[in-house]
């Protein structure tokens, strides 16, 4: 089992930035990808960004260039560098661990709200 812990959500202005960090525990060492995903209010859960245990990394269309996700795999933690937010990143920020490669997310966390309003 792995429990996945997010932190650093909150209310933001337009073109601020915020953190986001998603804390590993349990049996980390079955863990491959790790990625952040989002549900804003009525909308499907949609990918953000992942990384795998090497570091490669893949972000959705509408976050290229404003978001960045990171591993430090010696904390077990997961990170999600998030500048120029928009009022559309308004959502729930999930984190996601991956065991299987080519498989579904087997672990979530509980979600952190991330707000980006004036």
């Known amino acids: 089992q792995v429990q996945l812990v997010e932190s650093g959500g909150g209310l933001v202005q337009p073109g601020g930035s915020l953190r986001l960090s998603c804390a590993a525990s349990?049996?980390?060492?079955?863990?491959?990808?790790m990625g952040w995903y989002r549900q804003a209010p009525g909308k499907q859960r949609e990918l953000v960004a992942n990384?795998?245990?090497?570091?490669?990394?893949n972000y959705a269309d509408s976050v290229k260039g404003r978001f960045t996700i990171s591993r430090d795999n010696a904390k077990n933690t997961a990170f999600l560098q998030m500048n120029s937010l928009k009022p559309e990143d308004t959502a729930v920020y999930y984190c996601?661990?991956?065991?299987?490669?080519?498989?579904?997310?087997?672990?979530w966390g509980q979600g952190t709200q991330v707000t980006v309003s004036s």
């Open positions: 990384i795998n245990s090497g570091g490669g990394t």
């Open positions: 996601g661990a991956l065991t299987k490669v080519g498989g579904p997310y087997d672990y």
């Open positions: 349990g049996s980390i060492s079955s863990i491959n990808n």
